[in-house]
């Protein structure tokens, strides 16, 4: 097989594998945890590894659909409160210092939320609002998660960025607002 080949059948087969990744989500539940954003006081994100690249970049769309917004070790973020939302993305459900940050941001009285590709698992089970994103996860354990040709935990990382754009286009539309009033909120002074 040539160069070319292999590349054209690598795209296949991970655009195959995100497909079914979108077929297989939950909509209801998307929604739901699509509420939870749009109805919290302030939004506060944490992740780690490339799950937590893809976390940072939602932290920063939903700065620009106008909610107050934080990733989490930033050092300008102030300390939650009941009526904020804490956001954590814990692919495998076994993330233990995520496990912490869960305990601290209930102890605040904020709603957590839990991004997850293992819902079973004893982490994201504490979760006031749970997203079940079904696509392979690094040391995942659920059974019903879309299989992955690729290593680790590509097929997931990689969704949650295309979930996340979407997540934020239909918060958008939830919320009525355009994409000039997002874009009012970019930085200006690059």
Do not use: C
């Amino acid at each position: 097989m040539t160069f070319a080949e292999r590349y054209k059948d690598y795209v296949k087969t991970v655009l195959a594998e995100h497909e079914a990744v979108f077929s297989a989500q939950e909509t209801g539940e998307l929604e739901s945890f699509l509420h939870a954003i749009m109805e919290a006081e302030r939004v506060f994100v944490v992740g780690a590894g490339r799950e937590g690249i893809a976390a940072r970049s939602f932290t920063m769309r939903i700065m620009h659909l106008g909610k107050e917004t934080y990733w989490l070790w930033d050092d300008t973020t102030p300390g939650m409160k009941a009526g904020d939302l804490f956001l954590a993305v814990d692919g495998s459900g076994k993330i233990g210092h995520i496990d912490y940050l869960v305990e601290q941001a209930l102890r605040t009285g904020a709603k957590v939320g839990i991004i997850t590709g293992a819902p079973g698992e004893p982490i994201p089970q504490k979760a006031d609002h749970l997203l079940f994103v079904p696509a392979a996860v690094y040391k995942g354990t659920d059974p019903r998660v879309v299989k992955s040709a690729q290593p680790m935990g590509n097929l997931f990382e990689q969704h949650l960025f295309l979930l996340f754009d979407i997540m934020v286009m239909l918060l958008r539309e939830e919320m009525g607002l355009s994409y000039e009033q997002m874009e009012s909120r970019h930085r200006n002074i690059e």
